[in-house]
Structure formats: C-alpha cells, structure tokens
C-alpha cells in the first residue's frame, strides 16, 4: 500500500484549490496525450514541466519596446474611452494611459464591464501592465494585457500579482496557461517533506538540490537556461526517476534468479537431426548465443535472457533449438509473435524445420474460433504439441499448457516487464524459462534502461549468402523515373514492395496512402499488384501474401505491416515513399525484407522536398551503412530515447523528467548505485532504506515493492 504522506499527490487535480469539473476535464485530456493514466493525478502535474519562459521585465518607456512582442511597462491611466457605452457592443473599450516619458497608448478591451475596468484602472492611478503590443491605424495599442497591477505588484510569484518569469507549459485545446500555472502551484504546495535517498556525497559532489527544491525551480524557470536537460534541477530530478526505475529493474532481476529455475538438458539428438537437414551452417554469433542459451538452460538458475540481432542475422533459428531443446528435456515451448501476420509467418518457417525432427507445432491466433479453437485448447493442456505459436492470445487465462517450460517472445519491444513475468507465470512450477527476441537492435542506453533485469546475447554477422542492399534516395518529383524502373524489373522478374505510411487519406500528413498508390500502379501493372495493409481481413491478407509468395504478385502495396517476419527471398526492390517520415530502425527493419535470395537487391527512399536536417541526416545514414546496430544508436540520438521505438507500444518506461541520451551518464550512475543498495540490503526492509521505497512509489515502481514482500 503506498505510504499514507505520498497519498494527497496520487489524488485526482479535482483535489486541488480552483479545479472544476470543467477544467478537470482539461487536465485529463492533457496527460492522456501524455501516455499516462486517463485521470489526471496531482503528481502528473508536477511531472508535467515547462518548454518556455516569458520575461516579463519591465520597459521604462513604450518608445524601446518592440511593437509584436510582449512589453511590461509602467503606466498612469489618463482617460477612459468607453466606445458606445454599454457591455456587448462592438466597439471596443480604451483606456488611454501615458509613460513616464509622457507617450501615451491605448488599452484595448472587447466585451468588457465598464465597471470592472473602472475599478482596475482608476483614472491618475499608478499602473504595471504587460502584455502584446501593437499598431492600429498609426497608433500604440495593447489588447486585452496579460497583467494590470498596482505598481508595487512585482513578484517572483503569487497568483494576484505580476510574475516577472512566467513559464510556458504544453497545453491542450481549452486550456490556458495561466489555469494551467495555478493549478501546478497548488499541486506543488501538497509536495510532503520526504528523507533523501540520494547518497549525501554524490549529492554534494554533483551540487544538486532537494527534491522539492528541484521540482519547485524547474517550475519556477527565470531563462531559457533553465529549461535545459543537464541543469541542477532537472539533472536531479532525471536521476531520482532513473534510480527508481534502475531499483526497480535490479529487484525484478534478482527476484526472478532466486526463484529456481527448471533444468532443461537435451542429449543433443533433435538437434542435430536439424542441423543436418538445414542447407546453411550456422554462423559463429549464432553458435556463440545457443552456447549462452544452452548454459542458461543447464542451470539451476531461471533464464532471463535477451537475444538481440541485426535484421536476417537468424534469431529465429537460435530460438528454435533453444525451443528443441526444451521439448527434448521433456518440456513444452511457445512462441509469442506481436501480429498474426508474423505469427503465421513463424509457423510456416517452423513447420518446416519441425518436420526433421518429427517435432509437433500448433498455431493459436485470434482468427481461431469455435471448435477448432476448442480442439486447439483441448490440445496444448493434454501436452498434445511440442512448440505452440501464438499472439497476444497466450495472455489469457483460459490459455494453459500442460509443461511449458520455455517460452520465447518475438519483436520484444513491444512487451514490457509486466507482460514478461505475465507469460513466464504460465510455467509449470510457477514459471517458465524465458527468451526474447528484438526486431532490430537496441540502443546501449535504451537497453539498460528497458532490459537491465536480463542478460543479453547478441548476433553480430549476418549469415552467409545475404547480399548488400544497394540504398538510395530519391525525389517524389521522380516519381515516374522510379515506376519505369520497376516496371524494367518486374519485365525482368524481379518483385517488389512498395511501402506507403498510411492507409488513408490524412488533412494534417501530405502523404500517398497505400489505396491510393495501389489504384495507381494497378493501372499500369494490372492484376500482378497486391495491396495488404492492417485493415484487410486476416484470411484477405494471407491470400495476398501468399500470392506475392508464389510469384503471382509482381508488386505488392504495403503499409509497414511487412516491417517485421516477413521472407519473400525473391524479392529484390523495397520501395519507401515519403521515406523522411520514417524512423532509422523503421527503415532499416523494412529495407531487411530484401537482399535475401541470390539476386542483386536495392532499396529506394523516395522522400518529399525539401528535407529538414534531421530527415537529410537520416537518409544519408541509411545510405552509408546497413549495420544494424550503428543505425541504432543513430536513432537514438537524432530522435531522442522516447521516440525510437514509440513510447506507447513499446515494453520501455516512459520516462517523464529523465531524457535519453541526454542523461545516460546518469543511466548509469543509477545502475551502479541500485546495485550497491540491492548489495547491502537486498529488500530495503532496513529504516535507512525508507526513502528508496519511498522513491519506488513515487515514481510508481510499486511491482518491484510487491515482488519483494512476495520473496
């Protein structure tokens, strides 16, 4: 249960002084966009930090300040100039006011009381207004200003006075950013005096603040230098958000290696019965993984390993013998693929090499219904297959095996921690050995971050045969030069995919969705173009795919449905439009689904004009190189540790206040320090260890405290 003085700031913003159910509304919205809880919480708005700052310092004479831009000036108010009188009217109400210089300007309001602004601007008073201004018809004005305050109204702060730093929050449609500055200022008086669990030495050395004296500087920022990821404040904050998810990861890590793992020892024999009818040798990476694989699987330990590889660098192969060899010590294996589509793409692949081995496969998606589903079901829980493939179905309940024993995740970004111990749960004996397996590398950083509770093994050669992709980047304005040399291929024999982003038309993204394309080259290719995308039904997909198989389909229309799993080896031209749209792993991942026959293989980029640095950088980088895991970290520092893999579909922690790379030395520094406080006190149940379990539910960590009463 979390602690009761960390309770006011896991309540609903309703909570808080002037939030109604309008602007509650608003705020829900807010961090929705955000990723998080649908109902806005108190500590998400102090999570939620500034990206602006305005300097409302003040202007000694109208004269320098700069007509559109913000101007804080003092002022006496010389005369009222009501504009037809009555509230409602058209005409908009003045009030003529002079500086200290003696120019004078307008204030401009619309729909105003008359009264109100009698009140606020008493004629001979003394005044301090800011706000945008402007000429009208050769005359200063300012509309509607910011702020009108006495003359002694300046303040670091305070809601009823002028703030001489402002700061500007993300906002969404309704929402303004004054309601938005109140509200976190009532949400950071609930902050509780909490004990620090930052080592004092290292906080002394790094010289950073506490932590309610960081979150209230970062909201309280006086420049744009204080919006930077690497000051006191932030860097502070980042670090405790880090620490969290680092204790979090090491009690996971050490809770799931206690656990006695299942010794899954083969004699050998399946495996080579395999071996000997593959056309290929394996490589040496992919000899070295099974030898980790195999010694995880020998110990009395449970595995927790990740496999990670380069596109066509054969994962799929490793985990079928490390799945052989489970069946062979006597235990059941499953396979968890992201789509359908790649589900049966696995199942098609393992049938085959099963076949050698007399090993029996069973697929399980959600096209499956009714009996045959029953069959299925009926199947796995009497130990009637070896390996099952599934989808998000193996999540459920009704789901069960009668010896799982391995089971292998596929394109793991997309399962987080949660979702691992949900599938290893399904183990005979409380749980199951488990191997996960990544579309395209990981950046270090990200997988420190995402992956620190499991080991790692990685394939870094591709195996013999796999031809380089000639990769370049063209124009849209070219167009029509990149349809008549596909249709020189296609004359030739040669298939293509052509990938287009979206599936429809969209206002706000100038892009060619795949319907459109396809009708497009239907014209010029007829019934030798396909189009599959997510929205055909599962039985229309496989048929055209199958069709681009056979040979059938000379192109096929895509949209990145066939990112991942997808093995058609005489395909040799990936086409990509609007290429600037795309991610490097994205692009690399789909530029994978060629050069693996023996034809020579090319990739083109066609992207739109003019192309903004980030864009420009990242297609010269698809064009340099095809080693995945320099395009990795290439990613991940062109577009930041939040967006590599997508922040809500993927298993990595969203994080809030840390910002990847920018404070991967403090990654680090993180790790270091959770293993020297697992080391010492591997449950923290010690009183020094209080504000570490404090710090675990306030960053909401709460899996790993549980874990640790559970033992």
Known sequence: MRPARLSPLFATVRSLKGVGPRVEALLNKLV???????????????????????????TAQVSEARIGELATLEITVSEHRPGGGRRGRRAPYKVLVDDDSGASFDLVYFNADPDYLKRLLPVGSRRLVS???????????????DHVVPVDGVTNGGASKL????????????LSNAVLRKAVGEALALVPPLPEWIDGGFLAAQGWPSFADALARLHAPESETDLAPRTPSRSRLAYDELLANQLALAVIRARMKRRAGRRLKGSGDLRKRILTA???????????????????????NRMLRLLQGDVGSGKTIVAFFAMATAVEAGAQAALMAPTELLARQHFATLAKLAAPANLRVTLLTGRERGRDRADILATLKAGGTDIFIGTHALFQETIALRDLGLVVIDEQHRFGVHQRLALQAKGSGGGAELLVMTATPIPRTLLLAGYGDMDVSR?????????????????LDRLDEVTDGVARAVKGGAQVYWVCPLVSESELLDLAAAEERYAGLKKQFGDRVGLVHGKLAGKDKDRVMADFASGALSVLVSTTVIEVGVDVRNAS???????????LAQLHQLRGRVGRGSAESSCVLLYKQPLGDVARERLNVMRQTEDGFVIAEEDLRLRGGGEVLGTRQSGLPAFRLASLPEHTDLLEAARDEARLKRARDPDLKSPDAEALRLLLYLFERDDAIKLMRAG
């Open 32 to 58: 929705t966009l955000r990723a998080v809880p649908a109902h806005a919480r108190v500590v998400d708005l102090l999570w939620h930090l500034p990206v602006g700052v305005i300097d409302r310092a003040v």
């Open 131 to 145: 706000g945008k201004l402007e000429a009208y018809d050769g005359w200063l004005q300012m509309p509607h200003p």
């Open 163 to 174: 703030p001489l730093h402002e700061p500007i929050y993300p906002l969404t449609a309704g």
């Open 278 to 300: 593959l056309p290929f040798k394996l490589t040496a990476a992919q000899t070295r993984a099974l030898a980790e694989i195999d010694a995880d699987l020998r110990s009395e």
């Open 459 to 475: 394939l870094d050669e591709k195996p013999p045969g796999r031809r380089p992709v000639k990769t370049s980047a063209v124009p």
């Open 573 to 583: 031209i990936m086409i990509i439009e609007h290429a600037e749209r795309f991610g």
